[in-house]
């Protein structure tokens, strides 16, 4: 596996180290100079008493059809502790990989097309602020061979299954209930039409993971538990087969069109609705999510039933300019929304925006998480709330004093 802890360790404080010069060479030593020293500290300082989140090693799985087409991506976390078993997210091929960001609007097919595997990972990561340790892009052969494991897999398809032969358009699949063995399953992976959008074929490929999902069931391979966090992960096909060997979730990740002024010339691309992405992953992947922004690092802990309002605030702490890298969804019951932060030159700009939460109070964490600026645990007088109008402002830029 290409990102150890060890490995990611030296690479975050390299990284910090270069933004931290160039903090100070512009002179902008404000609230991002002190969250690029603070950065820095917790990077190089081992020694600091703090807890780190799990390690849960990530894959990615892009097949192809015969014309070397993106079809398909597929993003494999292992569960935290043993790394056995975990979760599959079905990622929109269709994402816009500039998140809006450049004039032009390309989607991560396109991304593949020009770039090919490499350029591709570099896209999925960017999309999603999450780190891939392996991955594969696969032809059909090459799908049929990674999924062999766990075929028959009984998937019920919402629609057709279109793909094209020497005569045109053709069904390959009913819509219905169908068992599929490996090759019907790598079949419809890499299945597409002409005239058709990845929207179309979006609702087939989440059914297919969760037949997956299913047809795992309490594990259908064999490895032995992760000794300290740490297991011998090769190859994408070395985390499949502990994917495999235990219970697995899975679920798709919602994509919207752009408006027309946005895609003038009608490419098949849309937006990845950002929030729900992040909320997915950093619940999953805490350990290896990225920040994009020089914001605060945000964890989010909630009791279990309030999963909608967990993704506003994950939504609004986003448009304020903070990075969220980790969601706990198993927190404790209190009214008032609280704020951890180990960091008092941080407070300031955290409670910044508090009024969006309900009563809130900040406190100083017994043990901070590394890598983690704020722990934010919310409290029922937002959890029970209804307001859903996201902020128009970005986070305070008041300098420290």
Wanted: hydrophobic share 45%; no cysteine; glycine share 10%.
């Amino acid at each position: 596996m290409s990102a150890l802890a060890s490995v990611r360790r030296k690479r975050t404080a390299v990284m910090l180290t270069v933004n931290l010069l160039a903090v100070v060479a512009l002179g902008g030593f404000g609230l991002a100079g002190v969250r690029a020293l603070k950065r820095y500290e917790g990077a190089t300082k081992v020694s600091v008493e703090s807890k780190t989140l799990p390690i849960t090693p990530v894959g990615m799985l892009a097949t192809v059809d015969s014309d070397d087409v993106l079809t398909s991506i597929a993003i494999f976390v292992l569960k935290a502790g043993d790394q056995l078993g975990g979760s599959i997210v079905s990622v929109p091929v269709s994402s816009d990989s500039t998140a809006g960001g450049g004039e032009d609007r390309v989607p991560l097919t396109q991304v593949y097309a020009e770039g090919g595997a490499e350029a591709l990972v570099l896209g999925v990561e960017s999309v999603l602020s999450i780190t891939i340790d392996v991955s594969s892009v696969a032809s059909a052969a090459d799908a049929e061979g990674l999924l062999n494991p766990v075929s028959p897999v009984a998937a019920q398809l919402p629609t057709d299954v279109l793909g094209t032969s020497s005569v045109g358009t053709v069904t390959l699949f009913d819509a219905g209930e169908h068992d599929l063995s490996a090759a019907e399953t790598a079949e419809l992976l890499t299945a597409t039409a002409d005239g058709q959008r990845d929207a179309d074929r979006r609702g087939n490929i989440e059914a297919l993971w969760s037949g997956v999902a299913a047809a795992v069931g309490a594990g259908r391979t064999t490895a032995d538990a992760a000794v300290d966090g740490v297991a011998s992960i090769a190859s994408l096909g070395d985390l499949m087969n502990r994917l495999f060997a235990a219970p697995v979730e899975a679920r798709g990740l919602p994509a919207a069109p752009l408006p027309a002024a946005d895609n003038p010339g009608d490419k098949d691309v849309e937006e990845l609705i950002r929030y729900e992405a992040i909320f997915v992953l950093a619940s999953v992947a805490p350990a290896s999510m990225s920040a994009p922004t020089t914001g605060l690092m945000f964890r989010i802990e909630a009791p279990p039933g309030y999963e909608e309002r967990v993704k506003f605030a994950v939504a609004a702490i986003l448009v304020l300019g903070a990075n969220v890298i980790s969601v706990y969804l198993g927190g404790e019951v209190h009214e008032a929304t609280r704020y951890y932060i180990d960091d008092p030159r941080l407070v300031e700009e955290a409670e910044s925006n508090n009024a969006l939460f309900g009563d809130t109070e900040t406190l100083t964490p017994e043990l901070p998480i590394e890598g983690i600026d704020v722990i934010l645990q919310l409290g029922t007088d937002f959890l029970t709330g209804e307001g859903d109008e996201l902020p128009t402002t970005t986070t305070s830029t008041t300098e420290p004093t």
